[in-house]
């Protein structure tokens, strides 16, 4: 017997239409499953994890991170983010996210919750203490030099250029002169 290709097609199709395979060529109705943002608070923000300043939309349900996408009305990254941007929503409901002050005393052996209050107002005195103890008026040949050597401070990535310039013009009236900013990316 010679097979052909017609013969091959007509037989093989003869073959569906009789065991049933093929049972009607209507379209069918695609089922999709509801979209994972309905019902949410939309919210633009910036990424926090580097300078650049990426935007990102961000959707809450009940005051929990549901879902982050890159903001496509954002003009540094226009909707796309890179693999630290895309893991927002993992650190926002990591279950080893600290959502406390934790202090422990000197010579303790436990950690203590504290409030934020508590914690900005010992950071404030701790700073306004170290830099009483320790300013320099004039240095050795009497030049005035205002100056603390114990406090030095250094700038994370996150922050952007408006920012760096506040820290940087705190610092500097508070007479920090071991300064820097960091912007590894």
């Known amino acids: 017997m010679d097979v052909t290709r017609r013969s091959f097609l007509k037989v093989s ?18 089922q999709a499953d509801p979209p994972k943002v ?6 633009t923000s910036i990424c926090p994890f580097c300078g650049v300043g990426c935007g990102l939309v961000v959707y809450t349900r009940d005051g929990k991170v549901v879902n982050v ?11 796309s983010l890179c693999s630290k941007g895309q893991s927002v929503l993992q650190i926002a409901n990591s279950p080893h996210r600290m959502e406390k002050v934790l202090y422990r005393a000197p010579k303790a052996d436990r950690w203590e919750e504290k409030s934020w209050d508590w914690a900005m107002d010992r950071i404030a005195k701790n700073v306004k203490s170290t830099r009483d103890r320790t300013f320099i008026a004039t240095n050795k040949d009497g030049l005035v030099v205002n100056r603390t050597e114990a406090i030095a401070s250094l700038g994370g990535a996150a922050l ?13 009236a508070l007479g920090v002169v071991y300064l820097e900013q960091q912007a590894r990316l």
Do not use: F
């Open 13 to 30: 199709l003869g073959s569906l239409l009789a065991s049933g395979a093929v049972t009607t060529l209507r379209p069918t109705d695609a």
């Open 69 to 79: 996408e890159g903001d496509p009305d954002h003009p540094i990254n226009q909707g």
């Open 160 to 172: 952007d250029n408006e920012e760096c310039y506040v820290v940087d013009k705190l610092m500097r």
């Open 38 to 43: 309905r019902y949410t608070k939309q919210t």
